[in-house]
């Protein structure tokens, strides 16, 4: 299932920077929320994925910076002493604070949207992202779909207002409890699919693909979110 990087960067007005990739015709598209990390080549090989392996459904995939080239170090998690515990904190309640970047989707997507030719949209959200893709998922939202893997932040709660279609990929470390509340509580069509083997961050950031479980694990999942998007979009 890999594929060659095929990527540009560009500047939409809206927002200093964003990853793209796929065909530039192509007239659905995908918004990447990545995870707190920020432009790791597993997140972006991943958005290459997305955009490419089946050439009937070909997408433009952006990956807007929302922190700013600021993301966190990846070296802080998992949080297992109290410094790192802090630090993760403090850019929690900063750089990755959710109003922050919720105001800021609508933007980047109407600018692409004029720009790019992209006419249907669907979001896709690792850990903090996930918890952004919820949030974007209420009415009045631009996207048709919605996708999370290994989310953070799940709250039972979020899922009453969301009026799309909605994927889950929870990791071994979510809350089994919650997620559980959360899918009794939607009232779209949606999945939940667990990857009890597979640490948070798995399809993004902290995927080792030199081990042959997690690379499987990785590719499976980014073929579930591409056939959800399918139907859906």
């Known amino acids: 299932m890999y594929v060659p990087p095929r990527r540009h960067i560009l500047t939409p007005r809206s927002h200093p920077t964003s990853d793209a990739t796929g065909p530039k015709?192509?007239?659905?598209?995908?918004?990447i929320i990545y995870d707190i990390f920020g432009f790791f080549p597993q997140t972006l090989q991943g958005a290459d994925i997305l955009a490419y392996t089946d050439s009937s459904h070909p997408y433009q995939v952006f990956m807007p910076d929302f922190f700013d080239g600021k993301p966190a170090d990846i070296s802080w998690y998992p949080p297992d002493n109290e410094e790192k515990g802090k630090k993760l904190g403090d850019f929690f309640k900063t750089a990755a604070a959710p109003p922050k970047t919720l105001e800021r989707i609508p933007k980047v997507v109407e600018e692409l949207k004029k720009s790019k030719g992209v006419e249907d949209w669907a979001?896709?959200?690792f850990c903090w992202g996930g918890k952004i893709v919820n949030l974007s998922s209420f009415e009045g939202t631009p996207f048709k779909a919605a996708?999370?893997?290994h989310p953070a932040m799940v709250a039972a709660d979020d899922a009453k207002s969301v009026v799309i279609p909605y994927a889950m990929l929870p990791s071994k470390d979510e809350d089994k409890d919650e997620v559980e509340k959360w899918q009794k509580n939607i009232k779209t069509p949606n999945m939940v699919?667990?990857?009890p083997?597979?640490?948070h961050g798995?399809?993004?950031a902290r995927s080792d693909l030199e081990q042959d479980k997690?690379?499987?694990e990785y590719e499976r999942g980014y073929k579930l979110v591409l056939d959800f998007f399918h139907k859906h979009t």
Do not use: C, N, P, Y
């Open 25 to 31: 015709d192509a007239k659905r598209g995908i918004l």
């Open 123 to 125: 979001i896709l959200g």
């Open 147 to 149: 996708a999370a893997a």
């Open 193 to 195: 699919e667990w990857f």
């Open 197 to 199: 083997d597979q640490v």
């Open 202 to 204: 798995w399809m993004a």
């Open 214 to 216: 997690v690379r499987k």
